[in-house]
Structure formats: C-alpha cells, structure tokens
C-alpha cells in the first residue's frame, strides 16, 4: 500500500494475493500504521482482504493406488487423500465426484473436514477373477463461482484371501497438551481389532502418507502398540492444531486396512516476554511543548494468547513530567504532563515497562531518552542594580 502525499488517500499499488499474506485464516486484515507530522499523529488503519475464487482443487500426486481384496464385504471403507484449495470459505468448500462404476461409491459421512480426506465405500463385492484392476477417476469441485475442478486417478488393485480388516472402536480420538509437554510424553495408545486369526489378525500402526515431514518430527506411532509419543518441540504459537490420520494394517498376505483420526490441541503456557518497539521519537523536545504533546509512540506485542498475551505497560520512574496514555490495543503514546523547564532539568532518561497477565508475569523494558532544547524564555541580569566608581580629577584622557 501507498499514500498519496497530496490527498491521503491509500492506495493499492502492487497486485494482492490473499493467500500469499494469510494462507488458509478466516479474517484476512492487514494492519497499516500512518504516522503524520507537523502536527505529529498517529493512524491506525485496518485494511480486510477479500477472497475470491482463484485457486482450482489440487491432489498432492496424479493417481493414488489401493489394493482391496476380493472377499472385503460390501461397506467397507477406504481412506483417500481429498484435494486441497487454497482459498477460504466456500471457495474452499469442496465436493467429491466418483467416476461411473458398478463397485464403488464415495461416503461423505460427518467428517470434521471432509475438504480434505474422503471416503471411497464399496457397494458391491469385487472379483479378481473377474475384473483384476479397476481405473476411476475422483473430480473435486470447489464452492466458487465459476466451479473450478481437480481430479486424481484411482487405480484399485482386487487381492485375494485375508477378509477382515482392523478395526479401531472409535473413528476420532480428541488430545489436549500443553506446548511444553516433554519428549518421550504419551499423547495416546490407539488400539484395533482383528477378527481374522494367527498373522492376519497382528496388525501394524502407521502414519497414513498424508502427514507432512514436518509433523512426524513432532510425533511418533509405534508400529506394534500403536502408542504415539510427542518427539519434538511444540509451540502453540506455530501451531494450535494437529491431525494425525493413522492407518491400522494387518500381517496377512494380502493386508487389509482401516484408519483413524487423532485430533491434538496444542494449549497455550505464558512462554513469550512482551516485546516494546519505539515506532516514532521527536527529540530534542522544545522546553515550551505544551502539556498534552506527543513525545513518542511505542507499541507493545505478546505472542502468547488469552491472558497470558494481554498486557499493561507503564512508565518508570514516577514524578517525572511524562506520562503514557493508550491509544489504540497495544499501542502507546508518551506525553508531555507537566510544564518543562530547560533550566532545571536538560535531559530525562526513562523507562518503560510492559508485563503480561500470566502466571508467572513475564515482563520486558526499554530506557527513552528525551533531550530537551532551550528556549529564549530568560532576560540579561546584571548581578546587583548600581555600582560606584571612583576616579582622579586629573587622569589624562
């Protein structure tokens, strides 16, 4: 954004993309600070970027290959990975559309987000014999207008034998940790079940190939408990949120599957000290500014959220002819209070501090120093009112 010198008038002047600034967030709003001098003021400008439709479904590969047996029963279901959008709202709001086919259908179910994943279901049993592979084409279409559409092929290989896939005895598992929960800490034990006997009922846990690099540094699945265990560093300030979709595979000669959904919320802990910038400082200061006149604009920022990012700041020491008054949320102007006289005092140092409302409080500080400038606010004095003299009647010129 720009503004014109002449008018004030803000203006765009380089191409916006919405999700470059605010990826997949609901409000969208970039924050402008306008400083004006002579007088010296300060704006606070919100700026709500709108979304449109300008991003078609995408799937992470061309084709997604899955191998069923001929013998699973009819309802059986199986994990895809869905498209993603990048925009938001019902831009972003994707249906599924399955290819013509005598042997599957897609379940949509109530899945919390189903924009994401969907759930291809088998209505009528399958025969290798018959029919060894089976192409499908899966189309995703977002909620714009005009409809923009991505597809994926599905490529279905029919096995034989092992009939009773793992079953987990929920679909969704819900976990709460505090973002400074240790390494090695027990986030949750999955457990599935198999009706089929010796090697075909032992069954493997793993990450389903969706879950980024990224989230299998944080957490970990043992593949013969099904105990995930947090790995690495959380930050509730990087992240709030994590889904883990878990597969549950049986030993046998033709595996079967089923999977799961592990929905971890990261809570927040007071872990970040406020921070102070001085946005504009007009020193040397006139030692006539009147009371009332701004001195210096300060801003002040917590990463943290609830009351652990709330924060009060004030000035030190007390006595001094300065004070803070808010301006807007977390910003901070710093006046002349009193009348300034060069003469007796010619500099003030100062500090201002900002804490949080955590338990413990976290606080920082930074020292303002504020010159001040003189004045011609003083007459000439002569040291007493008359002096005398005394001088010979004969001095020479």
Not at 7 to 20: A, K, P, Q, S, Y
Not at 192 to 208: K, S, W
Not at 301 to 312: L, M
Request: hydrophobic share 40%; proline share 6%; net charge negative.
């Amino acid at each position: 954004f720009e503004v014109n010198l002449q008018n004030g008038i803000l203006f765009v002047n380089t191409r916006i993309d919405r999700e470059e600034l605010c990826a997949k967030n609901t409000d969208c709003i970039v924050h402008v600070e306008v400083i004006v001098e002579k007088p010296l003021r300060f704006f606070h400008v919100e700026v709500e970027i709108k979304d449109v439709n300008d991003n078609a479904p995408i799937f992470s590969a061309r084709e997604q290959i899955l191998s069923i047996s001929e013998l699973i029963t009819s309802g059986t279901q199986f994990l895809l990975e869905g498209a993603s959008d990048a925009d938001i709202g019902s831009n972003a709001l994707l249906t599924y559309k399955l290819s013509t086919n005598n042997h599957f259908d897609l379940d949509s179910g109530s899945d919390e987000d189903a924009s994401k994943s969907v759930v291809l279901l088998l209505k009528v049993p399958l025969d290798r014999e018959e029919r060894p592979v089976h192409h499908l084409v899966l189309t995703a279409t977002d909620g714009g207008e005009p409809k923009l559409t991505g597809t994926v092929q599905l490529v279905i290989n029919v096995l034989d034998v092992n009939d009773n896939p793992p079953v987990f005895n929920q679909s969704v598992y819900r976990v709460k940790l505090l973002e400074n929960t240790a390494s090695g800490s027990l986030v949750i034990s999955l457990n599935a079940t198999d009706l089929d006997e010796g090697i075909n009922r032992e069954i493997c846990y793993f990450f389903h190939d969706s879950v980024t690099l990224h989230v299998t540094k944080l957490f970990s699945i043992n593949s013969d408990t099904g105990e995930i265990r947090v790995i690495g560093k959380l930050d509730y300030e990087e992240s709030k949120f994590y889904e883990l979709p878990i597969v549950a595979k049986d030993k046998g000669s033709s595996p079967l599957s089923t999977h799961c959904k592990v929905f971890i919320e990261v809570l927040d802990i007071n872990d970040n000290i406020p921070e102070l910038y001085v946005n504009s400082l007009s020193v040397p200061l006139p030692e006539d500014s009147p009371p009332g006149t701004v001195v210096a604009i300060i801003s002040a920022s917590d990463r943290d959220s609830g009351n652990n990012g709330e924060i009060n700041c004030f000035l030190w020491p007390t006595g001094i002819p300065f004070k803070l008054e808010s301006t807007f949320k977390n910003y901070y102007s710093l006046i002349v209070g009193a009348v300034l006289d060069r003469e007796k005092v010619a500099e003030y140092r100062m500090v201002v501090i900002v804490e949080d409302q955590g338990v413990p409080p976290l606080s920082s500080s930074l020292t303002v120093l504020v010159s001040i400038s003189d004045i011609n606010d003083n007459v000439p004095a002569f040291t007493q009112p008359s002096y005398t003299v005394f001088v010979k009647e004969n001095n020479p010129p």
